[in-house]
Each structure stands twice: as structure tokens, then as C-alpha cells.
């Protein structure tokens, strides 16, 4: 029905910059979104983008990150600045196709799923 690839991971020092990219294929989506989850962490939504191109954000990453998306070329990305190391897990890119969403951290409002990238910060 949807599929979603991510790319642009990568091991980066602190304080660097990335961009990751998620590219959807199949049918229409609505709400897209990022996560993440760390070696022995829980997943954790970073950030949401929905109707009308309305964003939230974790507060972690708030003035760090910047979640935008091409209709066009149905491409979410995740511009990640100032990466500190608490930063590093793999990023994973959802889904819906709920109209007219309003965008959430919850992982239950997403039923399409990316494999992930991986994200590395050291100091």
C-alpha cells in the first residue's frame, strides 16, 4: 500500500549537521513523521508534519531540527543541526493516510513504516 524508504544517515561529531530523506511510494499519504529509538531505548517520535503542512516537535529537538516535505516528489525529510551524542539511533520515517490529519507523536496513529537509518554522534 505505502512504502517508505529513508537514506542519508551517518556518523557525524558533535555539533554537525544531517539530512535525512524519506521517500514514499504506493498509494497517497497524509500525516508523515519521524522517529528514532536508541540502543536499548524505547521509540520516541522526534517530529510530525500534517495538513496544511502543520508541524510538532519532541522538545529535545526543538530549535535543532526542522521537518519539511516535497508533495511534489512525495519526499519527507529531517534536517537534524547541532547533533549532540544523546542524538544516535536509527531514524525511521511513518505514515498515514488519514485526511485532513493533525500531526502526532504517536506511534499507533502510523501504520506505514521505513526500515530506518542510522544516525552516529560522538564527541
Known amino acids: 500500500q505505502v512504502q517508505l524508504v529513508e537514506s542519508g544517515g551517518g556518523s557525524v561529531q558533535a555539533g554537525g549537521s544531517l539530512r535525512l530523506s524519506c521517500v514514499a511510494s504506493?498509494?497517497?499519504?497524509?500525516?508523515m513523521s519521524w522517529f528514532r529509538q536508541g540502543l536499548g531505548k524505547e521509540r520516541e517520535g522526534v517530529a510530525a508534519?500534517?495538513?496544511?503542512?502543520?508541524?510538532i516537535y519532541a522538545e529535545s529537538v526543538k530549535g535543532r531540527f526542522t521537518i519539511s516535505r516535497d508533495t511534489a516528489k512525495r519526499t519527507l525529510f529531517l534536517q537534524v543541526n547541532s547533533l549532540k551524542p544523546e542524538d544516535t539511533a536509527t531514524y525511521y520515517c511513518?505514515?498515514?493516510?488519514?485526511?485532513?490529519?493533525?500531526?502526532?507523536?504517536?506511534?499507533?496513529?502510523?501504520?506505514?513504516w521505513g526500515r530506518g537509518t542510522q544516525v552516529t554522534s560522538s564527541s
Open positions: 504506493g498509494r497517497s499519504t497524509s500525516c
Open positions: 511513518a505514515a498515514n493516510r488519514v485526511a485532513y490529519c493533525v500531526p502526532t507523536l504517536s506511534e499507533s496513529f502510523y501504520p506505514y
Open positions: 508534519i500534517g495538513y496544511g503542512d502543520r508541524t
